[in-house]
């Protein structure tokens, strides 16, 4: 399974603060605009797109809101920017449990997505206490999301509570997850916790 972690554009990626992107401005093939819930126009990978759709529909169909994709694919320079922005706004240590180093970023994959829902405030943390909120944490690994840096976790992922930020690792490895109560990749694939940078 190592192989499949480190391995770029695999689905079991893994991308934190410990394990950069090689190489760190990757940019991944096969990037499509999501069809629907899409305000904003953004792109993701093309396996990612299909099971937002399909999440969307669900939720819709649940009354638990209309679904919004908020964020996507980010290149590594906008990365870059707002890593800077954040940084210079509240300061290195707080600004980096919030905003990736680029190379360091999910978003860099294609594989992650920040969800909201019309009509709701989203990327704060009362997010997670929304009907939508509620309902893609209970639901989302159905369709192969996991949420990503889920509460009480930032000592092992290296980031702070983040509602609305989900990552797509297929619906195998998302029900696997789901089915072991455990939350977060690195516990899943046994790797060290990477709370801080390494260098």
Known sequence: MACLTTKVDSLQVIVNKAHPLVPKNYHPRELVRVPKYN?????VRKDVAAAIVKLGKQMQADKKGVLIVQSGFRSFALQKKLHSAKVSAIGKVRGERLVARPGHSEHQTGLAVDFGAKGVSTLQASFAKTKAGIWLAANSYKYGFVLRYPYGKTNITGYSFEPWHFR?????????????????LEEFYALPAAPNYLN
Request: glycine share 14%.
């Open 168 to 184: 797509f690792v297929g619906v195998a490895t998302a029900t696997d997850m789901h089915d072991r109560g455990i939350t977060t």
């Open 39 to 43: 305000p904003y126009g953004r792109i």
